[in-house]
């Protein structure tokens, strides 16, 4: 099985701050990546698919990249409404796996 | 809209079985693969199984194979999973979810399952 690490648990950020969130693959997923968003009491919501292409309807401060093993998840100038749980999921082979997720907490 | 709508979680005790439907529309439902995944409390994220279009093609986490089957009846639009056998740590809230090519295009809002004595 492929395992997902997301390197941080959660950390403390402040409204305007640029956000990276980092996501390593145990291989080579060659760009099999989503990313969601969950908030509390909801579902979780599709980000970014393919590492790179943003979802309709997803602000354009959300951007991934990333290749290989190591990807990331930008969120530029932090919203409120993106006071949330972000997952990274693999989907080059089964089972889908995901990363322990990375809870983003106002300071 | 599209819309999924789970239901049939509850509590059942250790060694019960429970069947789980995720009602779907606004989408045409048998010309997409469809998944449940479930998020156990204050966990994270964990693919249970997937059901191709026609459910010609299945695949289950190895947590759940054996014990749990997922099916679909696609002229009335509803994915269902049948699960057997349930242990304390098949308690979570499952989420049925579109298939966009492996990864997960929408999501419902889940049914909760509980499995206590």
């Known amino acids: 099985d492929i395992q997902m690490t997301q390197s941080s648990s959660s950390f403390s950020v402040s409204l305007g701050d640029r956000v990276t969130i980092t996501c390593k693959a145990s291989?080579?997923?060659?760009?099999?990546l989503a990313w969601y968003q969950q908030k509390p009491g909801n579902a979780p919501r599709l980000l970014i698919s393919?590492?790179?292409s943003l979802e309709t309807g997803v602000p354009s401060r959300f951007s991934g990249s990333g290749s290989g093993k190591d990807y990331t998840l930008s969120i530029t100038s932090l919203q409120t409404e993106d006071v949330a749980t972000y997952y990274c999921?693999?989907?080059?082979?089964?089972?889908?796996?995901f990363g322990a997720g990375t809870k983003l907490e106002l300071k | 809209d599209v819309q999924l709508v789970e239901s049939g979680g509850g509590l059942v005790q250790p060694g019960g079985s429970r069947k789980l439907s995720c009602a779907a529309s606004?989408?045409?439902?048998?010309?997409?693969?469809m998944h449940w995944v479930r998020q156990a409390p204050e966990k994270g994220l964990e693919w249970v199984a997937y059901?191709?279009?026609?459910?010609?093609?299945?695949y289950y986490a190895d947590t759940v194979k054996g014990r749990f089957t997922i099916s679909r009846d696609n002229p009335k639009n509803t994915l269902f999973l049948q699960m057997t056998s349930l242990r304390s740590e098949d308690t979570a809230m499952y989420y049925c979810?579109?298939?966009?090519?492996?990864?997960?295009?929408?999501w419902g809002q889940g049914t909760l399952v509980t499995v206590s004595a």
């Open positions: 979810a579109i298939d966009a090519s492996a990864w997960f295009a929408y």
């Open positions: 606004g989408f045409t439902f048998s010309s997409f693969g």
């Open positions: 059901i191709s279009s026609g459910s010609s093609t299945i």
């Open positions: 291989e080579d997923i060659y760009n099999r």
């Open positions: 393919g590492a790179t």
């Open positions: 999921q693999q989907y080059w082979s089964t089972p889908l796996t």
